[in-house]
């Protein structure tokens, strides 16, 4: 499981990339990106409700829920908005994206749920899959490894986003 570093950094990163009015480095969109590609975690709370710790990757990390996050989006936004919409939507689906690729130690994604309650692991070492038995130096740096994997990501969509908006003027 990546930190929220990470998934923060690259659900910006995909708004950055697919919508239409992102402009500067801090926006709206991106930070509403941001929130979203975090927001499959709010599980946890599930978590500490019912001390039922299956709760965690379960139906919020699924392919199907990611759709139902588009849903209320787009409704949101309006037909016209539709790039917008997508662009958020994938930002949260970001999150499975990058959970299922990072995932050795966690148990897997529930990523059929309401189909199947089989998880899905890829068996790839996350970069920080379990923080909480990290001591504080080992956390600072893998937020550090975060940081310049998926700031460098994201800085380089920005690059290639304002070489290609050039071309076009």
């Known amino acids: 499981m990546p930190l929220p570093i990470a998934h923060g950094l690259l659900g910006a990163t995909v708004v950055a990339a697919l919508h239409p ?5 801090i926006s ?24 039922d710790k ?8 699924s392919i199907l829920f990611s759709v139902f996050v588009f849903i209320p989006i787009a409704v949101f936004f309006g037909r016209n908005r539709i790039r917008e919409s997508f662009a958020l939507s994938l930002a949260y689906f970001s999150h499975v994206v990058l959970d299922f690729l990072t995932t050795k130690l966690g148990g897997g994604l529930e990523l059929l749920w309401f189909f199947s309650s089989e998880r ?3 068996g790839w070492v996350g970069l920080s899959e379990t923080p909480s038995k990290l001591l504080p130096l080992g956390v600072l740096q893998a937020i550090g490894i975060e940081m ?3 700031g460098t990501l994201s800085g380089l ?11 076009r003027s």
């Open 21 to 25: 009015k992102v402009k500067k480095i």
């Open 157 to 167: 969509v920005f690059r290639l986003r304002k070489f290609f908006s050039r071309e």
């Open 54 to 61: 299956t709760w965690h990757r379960g139906f919020s990390h």
């Open 120 to 122: 899905f692991i890829t």
């Open 148 to 150: 310049l994997i998926f």
């Open 28 to 51: 709206i969109p991106l930070i509403v990106g941001a929130f979203l590609a975090n927001a499959a975690d709010l599980d946890f709370l599930f978590v500490l409700l019912t001390d």
